[in-house]
């Protein structure tokens, strides 16, 4: 722009090209606002001002929400949503011989984009099993490592939803039927790199010392998403091997917290270049799948599948492939018990169906929550977070309503629950089995330290959930 204008007319005084850049709104060019009103605090573009920022609220209050892996990569739902990558790069031998088995020789992985066709993709559906799920917020992939996006982007031609295959905006209609039907909050998750896009692939043989790939593709498409569809998560992901730096990280993050329309609510996650996972960012997801199974001093989430062994939709699934629900609250009570959130993954079929495996977990992890919803949504880590007598058995605190709560995985045989943990005080302490209200039940202290509990005797039936279960214990230290 500068070139066209310099040849035209005179060159611009400083002053007055900084007003004209000022005047066009470029993102990252706006200079730092004074604090509005209350004294919002600024945050400048570094690590150490950024992570200073407080997580908004919400976020560790939800505990749980649903990943939505889905793209091209959904068209040969083979193996992996690195599909592409192992039978391109590594040329792993299942992935060759699936396509020399089922397509023509100089089959394109770009020809799979318009075989992408979500015809029966319904955002009114989704919204609706997404509410009946329990969760409190979605994260869908705008945009994997593929290159793929699935919003029209003006930075990806020819190479997004909008342009080839559905012909939809996608993002855009998923955004709206959540906001309109839900209580969801909205995300979404973008990869920062792609796999074999020239300019990466440049940038990368300069040792990241060339930014083409940043400037031109992935950052104008983050700026593009958050001003666009205003997600309040930003799920960042595949470095690609490079530094933070590269990627203009901070920067990007800077203009999020401090003028994007999000400001006041977004939530970031760690994933923003080489050495930043579980040391920088929002929230921690450290890695795939990450459980550690004790409390930790940093906000965290752990991200995991439905389907063990893929986050897209794979048409070779088999059940045993598919955790069981007693398999997904046990996730689910683990991780919020050590402080963590639970972002559960599903993958869509390449015609924008939710798998009824996907969907019939997605509404019994609703209706247990409907019933120990209260142990989940809003908790706190309590003093332990698991008990140390009886296996299965984890804790969470109601700290507003001056509670306790013991979620046991396992009903005892014996009738009767020894929980190690609790200091009950006699003529004080109260315990109910949630979900059964017709008595307080029973229970006697051993020593200064540790309960017994006797539980109802209940059929199948009268059992208040299938899957775990949870006492609410009052005047407990």
């Given at each position: ?65 649903v990943f939505i892996h889905w793209g091209v990569f959904s068209v040969p739902s083979f193996g ?138 992935s950052l104008p498409e983050l700026y593009e998403i958050v001003t666009k569809y205003q997600p ?246």
């Open positions: 722009m500068q070139g066209s204008v310099g040849r035209t007319s005179p060159p611009l005084p400083p002053p007055l090209l900084l007003l004209l850049l000022l005047l066009l709104g470029l993102p990252g060019l706006l200079p730092a606002r004074p604090p509005g009103g209350g004294g919002r605090p600024r945050y400048e573009p570094t690590w150490g001002s950024l992570d200073a920022r407080p997580l908004p609220a919400w976020f560790d209050e939800a505990k749980f929400g992996s949503e690195w599909f592409w990558w192992y039978w391109q790069k590594e040329k792993r031998e299942p992935y060759v011989k699936f396509m020399e088995a089922n397509y023509p020789p100089g089959f394109s992985y770009e020809d799979f984009g318009p075989l992408f066709t979500a015809e029966f993709f319904d955002p009114h559906q989704w919204a609706d099993i997404l509410k009946a799920s329990g969760a409190k917020y979605v994260v869908l992939t705008s945009k994997h490592h593929e290159g793929f996006t699935l919003w029209g982007s003006k930075y990806s031609w020819n190479w997004n939803a909008v342009d080839v295959g559905p012909n939809r905006d996608l993002v855009a209609e998923l955004a709206t039927s959540v906001r309109n039907r839900t209580d969801l909050h909205f995300g979404l998750y973008h990869s920062l790199f792609e796999w074999f896009n020239p300019l990466f692939l440049e940038d990368a043989a300069s040792a990241f010392m060339t930014r083409k790939f940043p400037t031109s593709k309040e998560i930003i799920w960042s992901d595949g470095n690609g091997n490079a530094p933070d730096t590269y990627w203009n990280s901070t920067g990007f993050l800077a203009w999020l917290y401090n003028d994007s329309p999000v400001r006041d609510t977004v939530v970031t996650n760690d994933r923003w270049g080489v050495g930043s996972i579980c040391t920088h960012g929002g929230f921690y997801t450290c890695s795939d799948r990450y459980n550690p199974g004790h409390l930790l001093p940093h906000k965290w989430e752990n991200c995991m599948t439905i389907d063990s062994k893929s986050w897209g939709y794979r048409r070779n699934a088999q059940l045993g492939d598919y955790l069981t629900i007693e398999d997904l609250v046990k996730q689910l009570v683990e991780t919020v018990s050590c402080g963590g959130n639970l972002l559960m993954n599903i993958g869509p079929t390449h015609d924008g169906r939710i798998a009824v495996v996907f969907e019939e977990r997605l509404r019994q992890m609703g209706a247990w929550l409907k019933v120990n919803g209260g142990a989940i949504y809003g908790t706190k880590p309590w003093r332990a977070q698991n008990d140390t007598f009886t296996p299965g058995v984890w804790y969470t605190c109601s700290p507003k309503e001056g509670k306790v709560n013991a979620i046991f995985l396992d009903w005892p045989n014996s009738g009767t629950l020894v929980l190690g943990e609790p200091r009950a005080k006699l003529g004080e302490t109260q315990v109910k089995l949630v979900g059964y209200e017709e008595q307080l039940l029973k229970w006697i202290a051993l020593g200064e330290k540790g309960i017994i509990v006797a539980l109802p005797q209940l059929t199948p039936k009268q059992l208040p959930c299938q899957w775990g279960w949870t006492l609410q214990l009052t005047a407990i230290s």
